[in-house]
């Protein structure tokens, strides 16, 4: 939707840790498709140029990590502003993490969450995707407040 809007003309997905299954199957010679890839070729289905899609290099298990590799592309192609979609429930952390790393890197981080996320942080007691992502992102937002947070 940014990208169509043309409020951002690149898209960059980030490839997240393999898991077990997946290590499994790339041990054994067979391509496994990541996330990023499977994302990518379905931007590419609705009509997004390949060209206009980055996948990382870098593998990442924390925001952190995202957050650094986000700062070397930045300063690689001499962006000056990103756009960071996220879940709802993630974006407090993230917007931390990224704006921590990007700090006088001379990017501004705007935040943005996905519209298409159905977590509801005003009754999050109410459905399980809720509970489930309020719990689980609670103490890693405690984390990064208290400096602990890669």
Known sequence: DLYRSRAAGTIVLSVDTLDAGARFVKANGVHYPTGAELARDTLVKLGIP????????????????????LRLLAQQRGWTRVIVVTSKYHTRRARFAMRRELKGAGV???MRASRYDPFD???WWRSRYDIRNTVSET???AAYLLGLGE
């Open 50 to 69: 390949a060209a206009d899609i980055v996948i990382t290099e870098t593998v990442h298990d924390n925001t952190a990590n995202e957050a650094h590799s």
């Open 108 to 110: 501004a981080v705007v």
């Open 121 to 123: 942080g005003t009754r």
């Open 139 to 141: 103490p890693k937002l």
